[in-house]
C-alpha cells in the first residue's frame, strides 16, 4: 500500500529535550516536506527536499532542522524544543513535477511544556 | 514571499446547493495551485489542482477556476453533499515542487 508514515503520533517532551520525528515514503518519490498546522493559521511550510541531499527552507524554518539522506526518509529534528512548537505536524511527499505536497502522513501532535 | 489569502473562513449550505471558495495569491510568478480537503481528526488529501497555463478544471462536483490577470482563484463544489463537510485550503507554488504557501482555510459546512 503507497503511504507516507511519521513516528511518533503523539509526543509531549519539555522544553530543550532534542528531538526527531521520522517520515517515510514508500512511493520512491522525489518531493518531500514538513507543515505544521495551528489553529487560525492554516499550514504552514517548515522544510522542503527536492531531492536527496537537497533541502531548503519553507516559511517558517526557524527552529528545525531536517536531513534527506535516503530518498524515503526526511526526518524532522528539534534540537532544542520550545512551547511555541506545539503543534500538529504533517510530513508530504510527490511525484508530481511541481508539486511539493501529494499525500500527506497521518500527522505529529507535538506538546512541548 | 508569496502571501495568499482565503474567504470566507466559514461556509454553511444546504444539501444540494453549490459552494464556493475563492483564494488570492501575491506573487505573479506562481504557477500551480492545488486544493485540499481535511476532515476533521485526519490528513489533508489532494482533490484538484490547476497549472497557469489552464483556466479551469472540472473532476466530477468538483471545479476551479483562475484568472492570472487578478490573481485569484476559486474552487466551486455542486450539488454539495454532508460528507464535503471538511475544512478546504488552498495554495499556491511556483511549480518547481519547493515553497507551498497555503491560505488559512474554510470550514464549510453542508446541512442536510
Known amino acids: 500500500e503507497a503511504q507516507v508514515t511519521q513516528n511518533p503520533r503523539y509526543l509531549i517532551t519539555v522544553t530543550g529535550k532534542k528531538l526527531t520525528v521520522t517520515c517515510s515514503q514508500n512511493?520512491?518519490?522525489?518531493?518531500m516536506s514538513w507543515y505544521r498546522q495551528d489553529p487560525g493559521l492554516g499550514l504552514r511550510q517548515i522544510y522542503y527536499?527536492?531531492?536527496?541531499?537537497?533541502?531548503d527552507k519553507g516559511d517558517v524554518p526557524e527552529g528545525y532542522k531536517v536531513s534527506r539522506k535516503e530518498k524515503r526518509n526526511f526526518p524532522l529534528i528539534l534540537e532544542s524544543p520550545s512551547p511555541n512548537q506545539t503543534s500538529l505536524y504533517f510530513c508530504?511527499?510527490?511525484?508530481?513535477?511541481?508539486?511539493?505536497?501529494?499525500?500527506f502522513g497521518p500527522g505529529t501532535r507535538l506538546t512541548v511544556l | 514571499g508569496e502571501n495568499v489569502e482565503q474567504h470566507p473562513s466559514t461556509l454553511s449550505v444546504q444539501e444540494g446547493d453549490s459552494a464556493v471558495i475563492k483564494c488570492t495569491y501575491s506573487?505573479?510568478?506562481?504557477?500551480?495551485f492545488p486544493w485540499y480537503k481535511q476532515e476533521l481528526g485526519k490528513r489533508p488529501q489532494l482533490i484538484i489542482d490547476?497549472?497557469?497555463?489552464?483556466g479551469e478544471k472540472k473532476d466530477q462536483r468538483i471545479a476551479v477556476t483562475l484568472n492570472k490577470t487578478a490573481k485569484h482563484f476559486s474552487l466551486h463544489i455542486t450539488e454539495t453533499q454532508p460528507e464535503d463537510s471538511a475544512v478546504y485550503f488552498c495554495?499556491?507554488?511556483?511549480?518547481?515542487?519547493?515553497?507551498?504557501?497555503f491560505g488559512t482555510g474554510t470550514r464549510l459546512a453542508v446541512r442536510p
Open positions: 508530504a511527499s510527490s511525484g508530481r513535477p511541481g508539486l511539493a505536497a501529494q499525500y
Open positions: 512511493m520512491n518519490h522525489e518531493y
Open positions: 527536499s527536492m531531492n536527496v541531499e537537497v533541502t
Open positions: 506573487d505573479s510568478a506562481s504557477n500551480y
Open positions: 490547476i497549472r497557469s497555463n489552464v
Open positions: 495554495a499556491a507554488s511556483m511549480g518547481s515542487g519547493d515553497k507551498l504557501t
